[in-house]
């Protein structure tokens, strides 16, 4: 409970510290407020033309003589004197804007842009750029992008002009009518945050999800370091691969670089990190395997048949064509759903992985669900979106916005559990390292400990004829010192160093070590039976951790009792490994007693940790008087 303070604190924190960080990262993903001014722009179908807005006339003008175009009322003007003649429209600009810019979404045409007269902008800058004596050849391409031009600060009260080609092969549309461009200016400053605030949206996930590919391939290159080469760290670095490549395949300016496809490839990309996703899972199930597999093969299968498809070469474009390209959608959402139950079903069966997946996953889907119903009366308007969406995916059978929600929960739900499983091997790992070392040590302490027998025993044995011809001449001379000299002979015999020799190695090491620390320490100790298996149902860190939490703790209550003493007895009884300790522990009314310290407790904790496996009645702790007294029983 003094810990919890402190991790209450820590977390506050931790919390209090990513909050600036968090508003710092996304600042940039929200642009500037666009103040924009539509100063010229065609009429919607079934609206009044509002004649492109006010104060613009539009007109032509040949070696100074200028013809003004009457409007439609539709957005077109005629009056043009022959085919393919340039012709102007110009305007006052009275509109306010900090860092001017023009937008003139001109397709196929080109454009000159003047301003007060002078050139600002042109097409064509081979040409003679005046006003009244150009002629503007049309594009043989449409052009990607409108074309943007900056205006200088002092652009306000100024007359912006624009001389627009037009076909020479025919008369613009019906009647020799002409069609300007849509004209817009605005901010330049705002358009500028956009472009920042568009691939601050773009690169900031897809730097976490590289971010996170790394970490899972370091996490595979140190599986390999430690002899385990296992591939499920690369297939779901894989799927992350796949997740990365789509976003950036959102991009505005992906076409730019990569042209026009046949087929959608953030579709491709996302469909692709699912099927890895569900193939990472199938290497985890070894229980519900088939399930799985079964999904992952369905996703895999449709995926790559609908971007068969969506090439062309196979079908025409119709309803079946359209089935098809929307087939990953229904797959993706019904294996993900398996595989999120097959997840809970694992985890109710103890397998690690998914029960770190699986709480993860309801964790998350409480929190959605709260998120929601707090949403409904303050942000009402995202609260109906998502359940408008949902609903029609149901009614269309389309369900990518069910889909995209269960996947985001999948795939942080096996983050979770790989970083929990990634923590546990590590943790496994140091715990090894902790346990050899121990081992190594008490190995030491076990060949000091025979080493010492051995001389004890070598020096009884070099004494014992002395001992021998003493007593006989003891029986003829002395016979009443015989006793008290046997007695003396019998406290040399039990004070030589008890040692373990049973078929278990590990047994050996931990307790012949173990038992020398607390010969050093005054301590008797006996052995009454001494028999283990070569194998025991526990990992060397576990039986480790087992004998040595029990024997420290015996060492340390009987060091402090008034007759020290230690008694082991381990054997095998029915099918099942016994192995009991007897220790001294003091009188409660001693002035040695001492109230257990918190690595006993630790102790104790960490001994019913292990044996709990087993079952709550295999682990006895009992006290009688003076003697406590530890059993613990592994079936075999």
Same mark, same amino acid.
Request: aromatic letters at 12%; one cysteine or more.
């Given at each position: ?22 508003? *710092? ?46 409007? $439609? ?55 003679? $750029?005046?006003?009244? !004596? ?29 001389? #627009? ?40 996930? *897809?730097?976490?999800? /590289? ?19 296992? *591939? ?22 992906? !076409? ?42 369905? #996703? ?36 993900? *759903? ?70 985001? +929960? ?9 970083? /929990? ?64 000299? +046997? ?20 047994? $050996? ?36 951790? +087992? ?27 029915? #099918? ?6 007897? $220790? ?24 019913? #940790? ?27």
């Amino acid at each position: 409970m003094k810990q919890l303070p402190k991790l209450i604190a820590a977390l506050f924190l931790a919390v209090l510290l990513c909050i600036p960080a968090v508003f *710092a990262v996304f600042y940039y993903t929200q642009p500037m407020e666009d103040v924009s001014y539509e100063l010229f722009q065609f009429a919607d179908d079934g609206e009044e033309y509002w004649n492109g807005g006010d104060g613009w006339t539009v007109y032509t003008e040949e070696a100074g003589r200028q013809t003004e175009l009457v409007a $439609n009322g539709i957005g077109g003007y005629t009056g043009l004197a022959y085919s393919g003649q340039t012709f102007y429209y110009s305007k006052e600009l009275t509109e306010e804007s900090d860092s001017p810019m023009l937008k003139i979404d001109a397709a196929n045409r080109t454009v000159s842009v003047f301003l007060d007269g002078k050139i600002i902008y042109t097409d064509c800058p081979e040409l003679d $750029n005046r006003i009244g !004596y150009l002629a503007l050849p049309m594009m043989e391409y449409d052009r990607s992008e409108p074309v943007t031009v900056s205006l200088p600060p002092d652009y306000h009260g100024k007359t912006l002009t624009i001389a #627009q080609s037009t076909a020479a092969s025919e008369k613009q549309g019906d009647d020799g009518t002409v069609w300007p461009c849509e004209v817009t200016l605005y901010c330049g400053y705002a358009y500028e945050s956009g472009l920042i605030a568009s691939s601050a949206r773009t690169m900031i996930p *897809a730097v976490l999800l /590289f971010s996170l590919l790394l970490f899972l391939l370091a996490v595979f290159i140190w599986n390999a370091s430690q002899g385990a080469f296992t *591939a499920k760290p690369l297939v779901f670095a894989l799927a992350v691969l796949f997740q990365m490549c789509g976003i950036l395949s959102e991009a505005d300016f992906f !076409y730019q670089y990569f042209g026009t496809l046949p087929i959608d490839l953030t579709d491709m990309f996302f469909h692709f990190s699912v099927g890895a996703f569900l193939l990472f899972l199938t290497l985890y199930a070894s229980r519900l395997r088939l399930l799985f597999a079964a999904a992952t093969l369905l #996703q895999w299968i449709s995926v790559l048949l609908s971007f068969s498809i969506q090439t062309g070469k196979f079908l025409e474009y119709g309803d079946l064509y359209v089935f098809f390209m929307n087939l990953p959608q229904i797959t993706g959402f019904l294996a993900l *759903a398996a595989a999120l139950t097959g997840t809970f079903i694992l985890w109710k069966r103890g397998v690690p992985f998914f029960r770190h997946m699986g709480q993860t996953a309801l964790f998350l889907m409480i929190g959605y669900l709260l998120f929601l119903a707090v949403s409904i009366p303050i942000l009402s308007d995202y609260a109906a979106s998502v359940f408008t969406r949902l609903a029609q995916g149901v009614i269309m059978l389309l369900p990518k916005f069910a889909l995209t929600l269960l996947w985001n +929960l999948c795939l942080l739900s096996g983050l979770a559990a790989v970083l /929990f499983d990634f923590i546990e091997q590590v943790s496994r790992r140091r715990t090894e390292l902790e346990v050899l070392s121990s081992k190594n040590r008490l190995a030491l302490e076990s060949y000091e400990n025979l080493r010492l027998q051995s001389e004890e025993v070598m020096m009884l044995r070099h004494d014992t004829v002395k001992h021998y011809t003493l007593l006989h001449t003891m029986i003829k001379e002395n016979p009443e010192q015989v006793s008290g000299y +046997l007695e003396e002979l019998i406290g040399q015999t039990k004070r030589i160093r008890p040692v373990i020799s049973c078929r278990n190695q590990t047994l $050996n090491i931990l307790l012949n070590g173990k038992l020398g620390m607390a010969k050093a320490k005054g301590i008797e100790t006996e052995i009454d039976r001494c028999d283990a298996p070569e194998k025991l149902p526990l990992s060397e860190p576990e039986l480790c951790s +087992l004998i040595l939490n029990i024997l420290d703790n015996a060492i340390n209550a009987a060091s402090v009792s008034q007759k020290p003493l230690i008694r082991l007895d381990f054997h095998c009884k029915a #099918q099942h490994f016994v192995f009991s300790c007897e $220790n001294s522990v003091p009188d409660k009314t001693s002035d040695n007693i001492k109230t257990p310290t918190p690595e006993h407790r630790y102790g104790l904790k960490i001994i019913r #940790q292990i044996m709990k496996r087993f079952g709550d009645n295999m682990l006895s702790i009992e006290q009688t008087g003076n003697i406590y007294r530890i059993t613990a029983v592994i079936p075999l």
